[in-house]
C-alpha cells in the first residue's frame, strides 16, 4: 500500500520557503510513502548512532 500526501495550491502559496522546495513551474507538493516506511526510517535512524556503529565494526 502506498499513501499520497498532497498539499494544496493555496498552502504552497502561502508557505515562505516555497521556492526551497518547489519550482516556479509546480503549484503544489506531492509526496508518496509506502505504509511501512516509517519502519525503516526508524531502523536507519538506529543504525546511525554510534553505539550501533561500534557493535557494527565487532
Known sequence: MLDV???SSKLCKAYPLK???LSDKTNFKQMYRWEFESIIDTYTSKMNTKEAK?????
Open 54 to 58: 561500534e557493535i557494527v565494526k565487532k
Open 5 to 7: 500526501y498532497r498539499l
Open 19 to 21: 521556492l526551497s522546495c
